[in-house]
């Protein structure tokens, strides 16, 4: 990974591999949505609020009921 940062471009190489890891890299040209506009899934909200979590500066994570509204399958999968 760090052969393959340059001076400038760590920032955009970070946000990719959580796109990647949380899944979210074929939704990431749309819109989260709001009452108006659908937008993405549920599932992939939710994994929206994650990935900004992770990619803050943050040292420590403290989640609770990541798993709330997602099916049983989805939830295993994670």
Do not use: H, P
């Not at 990719?16 to 949505?33: E, Q, S």
């Not at 659908?38 to 939710?46: A, D, E, N, T, V």
């Amino acid at each position: 990974m760090k052969a393959t940062t340059m001076a400038g471009q760590e920032t955009g190489l970070i946000t990719n591999y959580i796109m990647k890891m949380l899944r979210l890299d074929i939704c990431a040209d749309i819109m989260v949505g709001d009452d108006m506009r659908r937008g993405i899934f549920g599932g992939q909200k939710k994994r929206v609020t994650t990935g900004g979590m992770l990619a803050g500066l943050a040292k420590a994570f403290f989640m609770d009921e990541m798993s709330t509204g997602l099916d049983s399958s989805t939830t295993f999968q994670r």
